[in-house]
């Protein structure tokens, strides 16, 4: 089955023969009035104009060239989410350099690698944290010749001042010179199963990224306001970045992801692009709020998310709402709904989910509330995005129509298939691989899993190598049930796992301030601590500094199912903690203790074997970001069917699963993002 949603020309929307230089100077042209961007200094979002923008990418691309640097060279930007990021992408644009993003937390030797493979001759990194990463390699590479930090780019546009009276019309010439089907820059794939791959993206492939919004006059507007905390080294935040100018909105760049909650206030965007992981969060706060709700002020909760949710749905049939339906959504909206969206800054219009699947229940939340969060999918290999729900069509659980341009297949084996303009160049030094995704017919092999409706819309049901086949030849889909476990707002992650043995396992990490939220509700007090045998809840009596003291009395020891299963009569003995120790940088974890109650020994040895090789095959056990893995309780699914009404999305996923191994605190990295979902804009 495939769906070709339109056809438009290369002239229709006026991008022959664009490159990414052009889209900026097009830009610059337009004259306009609002800001170009918002950047943070000392407190403050400032503004930064259209004119001052283009002074400064005119003065980074002439310093380039006044460097040597010229057509086809790489060079690496290694720094979080900022302005001085993507101006100077813009400047390598001009000159026909080949950017090699990295990502800011990358160790040493990643950045290495990429160094490396990309042949780069310069770097551009944030400040000295970053710098010292490269250290040893800057003793060993003597071909990578240029290496700035940001504080070095003030003197870098005072040469291209120089060099530009020197040498007037260079910078014209070499942007003349640069063609669509160069190379604009090289983007890292995750390395899950190898080397990172870099995928080669023409600035052809940028440009008519960029450009299907021409045939989504709806998405953007040109008064927009957009908060970008997306790391730019991925390519959904870098299709945010190069947006802005081809559109005309306000870029508001946030280095620090951690500070969302707080940038959505202050800087009141009208579009926030994201991971699901954020929404996530936001999702189960609102929850947890209303949770919280009694009396009076919960019926009328209860109520308004009724007339919510009968708004939407009328919304997404393309019904009339009615004149009393409206009248009710508007008192709702007063009461209930303003009260979350001024959360969000108060002047929220889009939301842009991408880079994992959301939730159907988290957007379906959303909508009810009058915000409206649009997913959408793609891969690096076809410049970020091939599908997406549009405000006006939308579909929640799917991932929208595909896009202007872009034609969708579904392979007999149920592989999504993509053909468009945006399709990459392949992976560079790699022609095995590219064969591998790409074939001769122009169709790219995304990998994923998934199914098209009538109406055209995609669902993407999981990664084809993630499909786990048990050894009783049962097929079972991990996403499904991954997403199911972190419904629950008291779970923050979940990795299910189980191929050719006789079950599946899933390894959670449980949302701690909801815990300790729910332990202060039920009287239980303090913080959540382990000591090696479960969870221990240790109630302070001293003072409210939060800090723990010898003296504190402590609730005697109970493992996480009496805690959470408290109200039943008889709880039953838990599996013991299981000690899961690995050295940093060795693959053979040593397992000091892992015993259970209801399990055989034989039983946890072959959990912890299934959960070892899938974090090693997720290269969690190979940079050291875990460092030990301690404090583990094995919960058997006949006793987590228990907390059914404690954590309810359990009911599904448990149908799956044998066992459940629950971490206590989440973990960094825990998941992937890049391969255990599919790579979504």
Sequence with gaps: MATVVEEISDSQLGIEGRTIGRLWLDAMAAERTNPAYLVERDGAWEEVSWQQAAEAVDELANGLLALGIRKGDAFAILAQTNLEWALFDFALGLVGAVGAAIYANSAPKDCEYILDHSEAVG?????????????????????????????????????????????????????????????????????????????????????????????????????????????????????????????????????????????????????????????????????????????????????????????????????????????????????????????????????????????????????????????????????????????????FGTVGPALPRAELKIADDGEVLIRSPTIFAGYFKDEEATKEVVGEDGWLRSGDIGELDEDGFLTITDRKKDIIVTAGGKNVAPQNIENELKNSKFVSQALVVGDRRPYCVALITLDEPELVKWAYAHELGGDVVGDGQGLLWHGLSVGRSGRRSAAAHAVPPRRLGELLAHDLAHPRAFGTAGHLRHHVGHHTPEVTHARGADLGDDVVDDLLEILVAELRRHELLEHGELGFLTRRLLLPAAVAKGLGGFLPSLALALQHLQLLLVVERPLKLLLSATERVQDQP
């Design 123 to 395: 770097v551009l990194v944030a400040d000295d944290t970053q710098l010292a990463k490269l250290t040893e390699y800057r003793k060993r590479n003597p071909r990578l010749a240029h290496v700035l930090t940001f504080d070095d780019l003030d003197n870098l546009r005072a040469r291209g001042r120089d060099y530009k009276a020197a040498n007037p019309g260079a910078l014209e010439r070499a942007v003349e010179a640069v063609e669509p089907d160069d190379l604009f820059t090289y983007i890292y794939t995750s390395g899950t199963t190898g080397p990172p791959k870099a995928c080669m993206i023409r600035h052809r492939n940028y440009y008519a990224m960029v450009a299907v919004v021409d045939g989504i006059p709806e998405f953007y507007a040109a008064d927009d306001v957009m908060l970008l905390y997306l790391p730019l080294a991925h390519n959904f935040g870098r299709l945010m970045h190069l947006s802005g100018p081809y559109c005309g909105f306000t870029v508001a760049f946030l280095p620090d992801p951690m500070r969302a909650a707080e940038a959505l206030q202050q800087v009141r965007p009208t579009i926030f692009p994201s991971v699901p992981r954020v929404y996530e969060k936001v999702h189960a706060a609102v929850v947890g709020k209303f949770d919280e709700a009694t009396g009076v002020k919960r019926r009328l909760i209860d109520w308004a998310l009724r007339v919510g949710y009968k708004v939407s749905a009328r919304k997404q049939e393309g019904r009339p709402i009615g004149a009393a339906l409206k009248a009710k959504h508007r008192l709702a909206d007063r009461l209930v709904f303003a009260k979350v969206k001024e959360k969000l800054g108060g002047r929220f219009r889009i939301g842009i989910s991408g880079g994992a699947p959301l939730a159907k229940e988290i957007s379906s939340f959303f909508h009810a509330l009058d915000v409206l969060i649009l997913e959408g999918y793609g891969l690096t290999e076809c410049t970020t995005a091939a599908t997406v729900n549009r405000p006006s069509k939308f579909r």
